[in-house]
């Protein structure tokens, strides 16, 4: 995490110690108990601890008449930095204390003075059970001696002085950690020790401290990578009387700044969603609350032709595809804030427009960012919209777990998505996959090498125009969550290409015989050396599929295998099929084999 601090921390922290001794002085709230005294809001508690509490003289009595050690209090709301002081004295063995409560009478903060030990101490209690954080020793006090206590709360620390009346107060007050709540409820208490025992209060003043209000604008509200932005806090404003002098900032990619000034920039170099924070703090130590902003800063758009990119449904925010290199070195990145693909899909779609039947082949080299739902496949769809009807080959990228990959379709347009079985494909998967279309049937496959392919699964999607939207999609996953980086992608190997019709390996004549005749030798020779007829299917004529017809070699393997025991022909062999090595689709079949040939 990188920190910026743009004045002394330490400067501040003084600056805040002398104005909260000042401020503290000043009375907000005083009860005298008498006439021509400002009433305090007492909100009585009696859900826990109860009892009887009265004015008698222009004084405040708490007591328990009832049973020992139950205690009575008074409570008023409060927020922010709060200062609690009352004289009071204790008629018998008994301690009173100025209090700071939280959520419950059971979870709070409290000051006491003890007269049966003369121990002045800052404790917490939680669930009922207390536990004293810090204490000093008074000395013996007297009942009906009368005590002046002070417990402030200042930020996230509690300060307790105690002191007899004429002295000074002390130099160096208990202190201790407050880390529950910075509002509540403020006042004092009474615990008696001695059956009929009262506490008697002089007065309670309550200097109250409300925190300020951040806020801010951002400048602009979303943007493309790099995004710099500009943050502006004016508009936050502390309570009445009082001055903002910090602003921390949280920017939600790792970096946090604290100014003193309202202004500031930022530049967001990574695509993602950003929760970007402010807190307030005023000249009196009392730090706001936190207000929220979530930025989308988008993926860079680039040239990406001879296709097209778009983001299909609603993503956290734009996502963009870039290639780069040419050739076997080609390679597309892709970036995506999309969620995944359901009953309507939301993702990133690079894609061309193609009529009638194709193949789209992609290997996945790289993923980054990737959640347990994302995934980058290849697929056909109607159209842009999200609910469009769709097959797909989809690679998904679990944690901690070996990849897999789903045949995928939607028959009904904004219908549900039905899914193959997941599939592991093992032996160090490598990340081709395929879908196909035939007609109106569609049919998905993997490769663990791009040579060997498994089909994955098959349907028929009828009803369908004859040009239809191919390429590569990728979608993140996942809830979106401040913080949460794009899914980046690289797709090597893309391509788009109409399939070889199904035909079989050594049949290069093309009338359906193979094995134990010399006719497909004859005519390999003929069309290669003596000008003869071109094969209806050159793919075919590769018996041995490596890929190369010049010479003799493919000849020689066939005569070989019809006569002398050689090795059979590369599939397909020996039914019909569709031709699955990489030259198969170089070579290519002009003229389709009869298809009588391949029954």
Same mark, same amino acid.
């Given at each position: ?60 009595? *708490? ?10 209090? *008074? ?12 004289? &009071?004295?204790?008629? &018998? ?5 100025? =209090? ?73 007050? *208990? ?5 529950? =709540? ?18 008697? =209060? ?75 924070? *402010? ?29 097209? &990119? ?69 697929? =056909? ?119 070889? /019709? ?32 071109? /094969? ?32 059979? /022909? ?30």
């Amino acid at each position: 995490m990188n920190v910026r601090r743009s004045i002394s921390r330490r400067g501040v922290v003084l600056l805040f110690a002398f104005l909260i001794s000042r401020n503290l002085q000043a009375v907000e709230y005083r009860d005298d108990f008498e006439e021509g005294g400002q009433r305090l809001d007492w909100d009585h508690k009696t859900d826990c601890l109860g009892g009887e509490w009265r004015v008698e003289g222009g004084k405040l009595v *708490l007591a328990d008449p009832l049973s020992l050690r139950i205690g009575t209090w *008074l409570l008023t709301p409060f927020s922010g930095n709060v200062s609690v002081r009352t004289q &009071a004295t204790s008629t &018998a063995n008994g301690y009173f204390a100025c =209090f700071l409560h939280g959520s419950a009478c059971k979870n709070a903060y409290w000051g006491t003075v003890n007269f049966a030990t003369g121990e002045a101490s800052i404790g917490r209690t939680v669930n009922a059970s207390g536990t004293i954080l810090a204490s000093t020793f008074l000395g013996n006090l007297t009942p009906g001696e009368e005590v002046i206590l002070q417990f402030d709360r200042i930020r996230n620390r509690l300060e307790l002085r105690a002191w007899r009346p004429g002295e000074n107060p002390p130099a160096d007050p *208990l202190s201790a950690t407050d880390e529950t =709540f910075s509002s509540g409820s403020a006042g004092v208490f009474y615990e008696p020790w001695t059956t009929g025992a009262k506490g008697v =209060f002089e007065y309670v003043e309550i200097t109250n401290h409300p925190p300020p209000e951040a806020a801010f604008t951002i400048t602009p509200e979303a943007g493309l990578a790099p995004l710099e932005v500009v943050l502006d806090a004016s508009a936050s404003a502390a309570a009445e009387g009082g001055r903002i002098v910090l602003y921390s900032w949280n920017f939600g990619d790792g970096n946090v700044e604290e100014t003193a000034g309202a202004s500031l920039k930022h530049i967001y170099r990574e695509p993602g969603l950003y929760r970007i924070q *402010l807190t307030a703090t005023d000249d009196s130590g009392v730090v706001s609350s936190k207000v929220t902003y979530i930025l989308a800063v988008g993926c860079p758009p680039a040239d990406t032709a001879p296709w097209a &990119a778009a983001d299909i449904g609603a993503p956290a925010y734009p996502g963009s595809a870039r290639i780069e290199g040419t050739g076997e070195a080609q390679a597309i990145h892709l970036c995506t804030g999309g969620t995944g693909f359901s009953s309507t899909d939301d993702a990133l779609f690079l894609y061309r427009e193609l009529t009638g039947d194709f193949r789209i082949t992609a290997r996945v080299s790289e993923l980054a960012n990737y959640t347990m739902a994302s995934r980058i496949g290849v697929l =056909f769809r109607e159209s842009l919209d999200a609910g469009s009807r769709s097959a797909a080959t989809l690679l998904e990228r679990p944690f901690q777990a070996d990849p897999s990959i789903r045949f995928t379709f939607r028959l009904q347009t904004d219908g549900s998505l039905d899914e193959s079985t997941m599939t592991k494909p093992g032996g160090g998967f490598q990340g081709w996959i395929r879908i196909e279309r035939r007609g109106d049937v569609f049919t998905a496959s993997s490769s663990v090498d791009g040579q060997a392919w498994s089909e994955l699964g098959s349907q028929e999607i009828p009803w369908l125009p004859a040009t239809l939207l191919g390429g590569v999609a990728a979608a993140r996953g996942g809830a979106w969550l401040p913080g949460s980086k794009a899914l980046h992608a690289v797709v090597t190997d893309l391509e788009a290409a109409r399939p070889l /019709p199904d035909f079989r390996r050594g049949d290069c004549n093309g009338d359906g015989e193979v094995s134990g005749s010399v006719t497909d030798p004859i005519f390999f020779l003929q069309y290669n050396f003596l000008g003869g007829a071109a /094969p209806p299917c050159r793919a075919a004529c590769d018996a041995n599929g490596d890929g190369d017809l010049s010479g003799v070699t493919d000849a020689i393997y066939l005569l070989e295998f019809n006569f002398l025991g050689g090795p059979r /022909p590369a599939a397909p062999f020996p039914d019909c099929g569709p031709g699955e090595l990489e030259k198969d689709a170089e070579l290519g079949c002009d003229s389709p084999p009869a298809t009588e040939a391949c029954q």
